[in-house]
């Protein structure tokens, strides 16, 4: 499943610091493999690592304003909330699955464990 976190609106000409969005995935996986070939306008960016729920990936929007996931649902809401705290406070956030079956507002702040009851909240989780 691909999950995504978004910034909602006008970034105002802001996007991601790729090499802070790197540091922090490192951190979280000591194993990551980086592509940096610009494969598309969904994929300028991307990171393979192993996660204890299996295999990850997560790539960036060339405009570095989103961030997909194609992990389970745990890993993409740590990578949400490192996403969001890489992010100024005034941008608003969504944290959606492809499918829009669910998206949620991602507060800054917001911990883990704040947006897993987010998404329970809203009446879908794949666990």
Do not use: K
């Not at 976190?5 to 006008?10: I, K, N, R, S």
């Amino acid at each position: 499943m691909t999950f995504m976190v978004v910034v909602e609106g006008d970034a105002g000409g802001w996007l991601i610091d790729r090499d802070a969005l790197t540091d922090a995935i490192h951190a979280r996986w000591s194993e990551v493999e980086i592509d940096s070939m610009h494969r598309s306008e969904v994929r300028s960016l991307a990171w393979q690592f192993e996660t204890e729920n299996g295999p990850g990936e997560t790539y960036l929007h060339e405009d570095g304003t989103c961030l997909y996931m194609d992990v389970r649902e745990e890993d993409a809401i740590r990578l949400a909330v490192v996403f969001r705290e890489l992010t100024p406070m005034d941008l608003d956030l969504v944290f959606c699955d492809e499918g829009y079956t669910f998206d949620v507002r991602l507060r800054a702040g917001t911990t883990e464990a704040g947006l897993t009851g987010l998404v329970d909240g809203a009446g879908w989780s794949q666990r």
